[in-house]
């Protein structure tokens, strides 16, 4: 193989990922996904705002101190729970993916920094 070929072949794999490329935070090929679920494993925009979120917060999570990191887990569930009542609604799930990332936003920006 040539490479003008084996960079065609790579650039044609960056531009068009297969499906297996999207790395929700859930399994996508799982038997009973929820509606809100099989909406962001269907939705390209949905899906990677989902990692972008889920990466935030495994991240702030990480510089947490532990009361905070417990506090910061109670607001995922809730905020998990308020995504689940959109179904399969992607306006409704994109403005939760909104309004969780400035949540996260703003913990980020009021934690403890030593000067």
Do not use: H
Request: charged fraction near 30%; hydrophobic fraction near 40%.
């Amino acid at each position: 193989m040539t490479w003008r070929m084996s960079a065609a072949l790579g650039l044609a794999i960056l531009i068009f990922p297969s499906d297996p490329a999207w790395s929700a935070s859930f399994d996508c090929d799982a038997k009973e996904l929820k509606p809100d679920e099989k909406a962001i494993c269907d939705n390209r925009a949905l899906n990677d705002a989902d990692v972008k979120m889920v990466t935030t917060f495994e991240l702030l999570s990480g510089l947490l101190a532990m009361g905070s990191r417990g506090t910061l887990q109670d607001e995922q569930t809730a905020w998990l729970k308020k995504r689940q009542e959109c179904g399969a609604d992607a306006a409704c799930i994109k403005a939760a993916y909104d309004e969780r990332m400035k949540q996260l936003g703003e913990t980020y920006k009021n934690i403890n920094r030593p000067f």
